[in-house]
Each structure stands twice: as C-alpha cells, then as structure tokens.
C-alpha cells in the first residue's frame, strides 16, 4: 500500500490539537472588545470645552448665535491644553468641538455655521487638526466630542438629519486620525431650538433616531480603536458630573455602580469638572485644588471608572494659569503617590493556582512582573482563594491597588484583605468597600480618599477574594 500524507492516524481517527493548550480560564461573559480595554487603560484624561459658548457666556447655546460671535483673541493652542494635561499625569484629552449650539470647530462641509465664518485671524483655527497632531507629537491619546443634539440645524429631529449632518460630521472627524481613542457623544436629546429659522420643541428617541450600528461602522472603519461614550452604546455615563463611581462598580450595566447580571460589556466613565462655574470658561471662575482633584482620581479611576476632567480654554484659546498651576501640582502628586510600586521587592504565594499550559502559565508571582499580558488564576470551580506578600523588610504602604485581567471579563464580587506588622498576627482591613475590583481597584489603607497619612509599616499583605463569578484571574497588585 502506497504511503499517503493524511489528517487520520491508523484507526482512522482525526488527530485533533487539544481545544485549550494554554489551559485558560473560559471567559466569564460579557467581555470587552480589545478596543474598551485600551479605552479603560486610559483612565484619566482632560475635556476641552471651547466654541462659541466661549464667548457668548452661555453653557447651552440656542443655535441662532452669529458665527461672527466666535472671535479668539488669540490663536488657539491645544498644545498647550494636553501639555498642561500631560504635566497633570493624564494620558489623553477630548476636545469639544461641536456642542448642542450646532457651532462646529473645523471646516465641515455640512453647514455653514462653522469657524470658517467666524471674526479674526484666528477664527478659522481648525482646533480637531491641531489636536490630533499635538496629541500625536505629545504620545498622548486624544479623540473629539459631538453634540448629537443639533439646536442649527433645520434638519434635526427630520429623517434627514443623521443621514445629512450627523453621520457625516462623525467621518469627517473620524478622518482627522485613525488612532482615535474615544468620540463622546452626549446624552441630551432635544427640546428647543433655533433649528434653520423654524424654531419650536423637537424630541426623539435616542435608542433609535441616531442609527447607532450605522455610527459605529461609520467610526470603526476609520478608527477602529476608537469606542463611542455615550448615545454610541460603548461606555457609560457612570450617572453624575460630580466626580465619583460606585464602590462596587460592574462594567455593565448602568449608572455609579452597574450591574452584575446586565448582558453587554459598558464600562463607566466620569466627567467631573475641574472648575468651580460652568463646563466653558466664564470670568472669575475658581478651579478646584489639586487635594479635591486626588478625591476626584480615587472616587473613579480608584473605583474601576475612568475620569475625563474638564478644564475650558478661555477666549485666548489657552487654559488659564490656574489651571495649569494645579495640574502641574496634581502630576507632582500623584507621581509621589503612586510612581513606585512596592509590589516587585515582595514574595508572593498563592492558596490555589491553575496547572500551567503549553505556553502560559499562571504563577502568583504574574502579579507583580510588570507585565499586563501575565496573569495569576485560580483552577476552574475555585472561587475563594488567597495572595499573600511578605516583604523582606518592615515597609511603608499607604495604597493596594488591584487589577483583573478583564479580557476574560469581571469576576471578583468580593475581597478581604489582611496585613501583619510582625510576619505572623494578622489584622483584617476595615475602611473601604472591597467587593469589586474590575480593572482596577485602588484602597487606601486609611480608608480615606481625601487624606493622605502617614501610611502602615508592614511586614507582609494578605488578599483574599471571597467570591467570583468564576475562578477569579489578577494581573497585577500594586502597592504603593
């Protein structure tokens, strides 16, 4: 008999490559597109509202403001607000180019009522083309908030406003970078307006009105890292402006702290304002100090949100030098925080631990290499297991923070933690809630998210988590 190349042994059997060589976790669904893990890996980023709100005083406009309204008294300079941005510790900004007055910051051929007919020499500025190549230059992620809500337009609340004015405004700025991070879409969705002349109320249904498979191609095909915040189905609004999550925070769901049971991955995002007036500039605003802003960082980012932190250029189109005092301020202090992990100088073990795969493996010691495409996981059916870290030495620790390896979706619905001055007597923690920990959970060992202290000399940290979902799976724990 002839000998032939075949897929079957002697028996006639297929030979089959195990289904799971690497031995991973099944996810634990929903789970997020590679795209809402990069956006949560953001954390925390600047909002930039300017236009013609700037100069007219307003928060909402009406739509029938003048486009000779819009007059910078000087050229404006994203540059400059991701700079201060950047000084502040944030990875990224999103810059307000359209806001609900229909008034568009850029060239666009869907109206006329745009920068083009602005006054002066610096009208004409094409702000989302100058962001994008200073967040570019600067290595920073960067993307572009457009009001749905259109109080111009004569076409909103028509059947030919999303197809005429909507969609296309969303692919021209999808053009200005295909490395967009985000496109923040707000939530408020008609009543009165100018609308071309016509005046009046117009109301829709959000869910439905802005064809929002139609937006996401639209976007994703241009910019395909790029998740839609808000009416694009992507991220949440964690449901206030003030600055803060839920301490058990799902990402799904709704609202501050989500939904364990809810079916779509929609992780959350706070918008806060770092000014004490409005979202644009007004004369004599306060901003807020670099302490509440530190309140700000560990109610959201601390909590498995992430925080996009208002500060509005003025009528220079610069932010103002307060501004950029406390952010720099800020950066200072949170680079002293939270710059040095301490987590590398431990020994770490684990109560339970998966068996290894062809390529992979799942050692305790993942927590704390560096690396967030390592993990640590339990064996499937485990749902309680410990990490303890023991430093060689008594250290001072202030922060824990926690990471799930999301990718395989949430699993922890509640931790413990222990820590030991001695090496051998164990005290539990009580200050914050520890129930879930998502993509990242940071506790402070005082319990405070406004103070600092003056922190815990430790010998050793013990995590337990209590409950899960599934076997639970962390990528890194920090200490700081």
Known sequence: MAVTASAQDSFGLVNQVPANPDNEPAPVHPIPHPRQVKWMETEFYGFFHYGMNTFTGLE?????????????????????????????????????????????????????????????????????????????????????????????????????YVREVFLRQAAELAQYGDDQFEMWFDGANGGSGYYGGEGGNRSIDASTYYDIPNLQDTVHKVSPDCVLWGVGDEARWIGNEAGWAGETNWCYGDGTSGNPNAWYWKAGESDAKATKSGWFWHQGQGTHTADRVWQFYMETVGRNATLILNYPPNQYGLLPDDNVKVLKEFGEMLKARLGTDLAPTATVTASNTRANGATRTYDASNVIDGDKETYWAAEDGVIEASLTFMFPETTNVHYIALQEFIRLGQRVKAFTIETTTDGTTWKPYEGMTTSTIGYKRIIALNGSTTTHGPGENLKGIRITINDAKACPTLHTVSFY
């Open 60 to 160: 909402w406009g009406n739509g029938d403001e003048k486009e000779s309204i819009y007059a910078p008294k000087g050229e404006p300079n994203p540059r400059q607000w991701l700079e201060a941005c950047k000084a502040g510790g944030m990875k990224g900004g999103i810059a307000v180019v359209k806001h609900h007055d229909g008034f568009c910051l850029w060239p666009t051929e869907t109206t006329t009522h745009n920068c083009t007919k602005g006054s002066g020499q610096w009208a004409a500025t094409n702000i989302p083309e100058k962001f994008a190549e200073a967040a570019r230059d600067l290595d920073m992620k960067y993307g572009f908030y457009i009001s749905p809500w259109d109080r111009n337009s004569a076409h909103y609340g028509k059947d030919t």
